[in-house]
């Protein structure tokens, strides 16, 4: 089985460009102001227009409300809604609900125990992704895109009756490895194709998904 790849943090239309034209599975736009890749509606109306029909289109959202849900997604077509914050089950649930849209949930993970808070969303959710959990020292620490790993092996022969992803300081250098540990179906970079926060580098995007393809 083949891994594909998610380009996240996508916030103008040239690394978009490049994510498509390297075959992406999926492109991110992030909804969250306190993040350096964050879009406005209308930036994120614009480049989802540039994904329809290329990529499934991902909105990544942390704790939202409904009103903002409903701005967001009365301006901007999306595919799948990406809940990067403390969602519990029942919010989880809710939002599904009420949407009508795909959502994956995202576990923070340091440790054994923060995989096996996947098994809480089977039942509510269409994707997990697993994400480095934000390391303590870090300050200002983003939930995801602070270009950090976690220990791959935690996931090394796991099975979900959902897909998922793999996030966390992932870069064309380290993916394939990653791929290999892991088995993952879907692999997911940030901050791992960017000169700096905020601005990504087509470049590195193209490396990361021929490396992606290669493994």
């Known amino acids: 089985m083949s891994t594909s790849a998610k380009i996240c943090g996508i916030n103008d239309p040239t690394a978009m460009a490049a994510a498509i034209d390297g075959g992406a599975s999926h492109v ?9 890749r964050a879009v406005t509606v209308e ?6 227009v540039l994904a329809q029909g290329n990529a499934i289109r991902v909105g990544l959202f942390v704790g939202p409300n409904d009103a903002f849900l409903e701005t967001i997604l009365g301006a901007v077509s999306l595919d799948l809604l990406q809940l990067h914050g403390t969602e519990t089950p029942e919010r989880t649930a809710e939002i ?26 089977l039942d509510v959710t269409d994707w997990l992704m697993f994400d480095a959990k934000p390391p303590k020292s870090l300050k200002n620490a983003l939930p995801g895109g602070n270009a950090v790993s976690f220990d791959w092996s935690l996931l090394a022969g796991q099975s ?8 966390g300081g992932l870069t064309a250098d380290n993916v394939s490895e990653a791929i290999r540990v892991t088995g993952a179906p879907v692999v997911d970079t940030s901050s791992g194709v960017e000169d700096r926060p905020g601005h990504k580098n087509p470049v590195k995007i193209k490396a990361f998904l021929e490396a992606v393809a290669k493994a």
């Open 28 to 36: 991110g736009l992030v909804f969250y102001d306190k993040s350096p």
């Open 43 to 48: 930036q994120a109306s614009e480049l989802s």
């Open 96 to 121: 599904r609900a009420r949407f009508g849209l795909q959502v994956m949930k995202v576990l923070s993970v340091a440790e054994q125990a923060d995989v096996e808070k996947a098994n809480a969303y």
């Open 160 to 167: 979900w009756p959902k897909p998922w992803m793999l996030a």
